[in-house]
């Protein structure tokens, strides 16, 4: 090999090194930016949401009424803090041609869950927990469903605006959630004739009340 040769493969190896090392230098700063945010995210706060179910539960409970509801609470993000939900409040305030009518006073009797019986071929309530704090973490979120009593109360035929608070950790704001709910002249009076603990559903995603209804986004009894 002459001279020639030998200085140009010296120049193309030098060339290769440094090309090595800058592609080194920039994996080990991209390397150091994604660690520096993967860090920062795990230092915030959890960022919690709540989604209402398309199906409420409601029904005759001594001289009052029982008022299911399921939530799915949860995070998207991964944090090294969780949430606690510390309380969970519910209202439902008559309005329109009935918003003369006494507002129930609802609250938190128990948590429960719903348990499906292979041998009866049904679903069955089964209480799982006082009402207590619960945690919400990315990887468990909570499908509780929340029973709330009130009592000295029943329903009369009208719209209803409701809203489920629940009370979070620290200083931030309650997650708060609204929704409608429409009863009916048969639906109130079914609630009334009813057995205690009997249950009524509720949907806001029947496609018949969707196409002719005012307030298509409002929950209503499903044999309306």
């Avoid at 398309?54 to 944090?79: A, C, D, E, M, Y």
């Avoid at 009518?101 to 869950?113: R, S």
């Avoid at 499906?116 to 990315?138: G, H």
């Amino acid at each position: 090999m002459n001279g020639t040769d030998e200085r140009a493969t010296e120049s193309r190896r030098t060339r290769f090194d440094s090309v090595h090392k800058w592609a080194a230098t920039l994996a080990a700063v991209v390397a150091l930016a994604l660690s520096s945010y993967n860090f920062a995210e795990l230092q915030q706060k959890p960022r919690v949401d709540a989604t209402l179910p398309h199906l409420l539960r409601v029904g005759p409970v001594g001289n009052g009424i029982g008022f299911q509801i399921q939530p799915t609470v949860s995070t998207r993000f991964k944090t090294q803090d969780v949430e606690v939900i510390r309380d969970a409040h519910l209202q439902l305030t008559p309005v329109g041609s009935i918003s003369s009518l006494k507002k129930p006073i609802f609250y938190w009797h128990e948590t429960g869950t719903y348990v499906y019986d292979f041998a009866s071929d049904k679903v069955n309530y089964r209480w799982t927990s006082d009402p207590a704090p619960f945690i919400v973490s990315q990887d468990k979120p909570q499908q509780p469903t929340l029973n709330f009593w009130a009592d000295n109360w029943t329903f009369q035929p009208g719209q209803y605006e409701g809203s489920l608070q629940l009370s979070r950790s620290e200083n931030h704001n309650p997650l708060t959630k609204k929704f409608c709910l429409v009863v009916s002249k048969k639906a109130a009076d079914e609630n009334r004739g009813a057995e205690q603990r009997q249950i009524f559903f509720f949907r806001d995603d029947l496609p018949k009340f969707h196409s002719s209804s005012k307030s298509p986004d409002c929950y209503r009894r499903e044999t309306d």
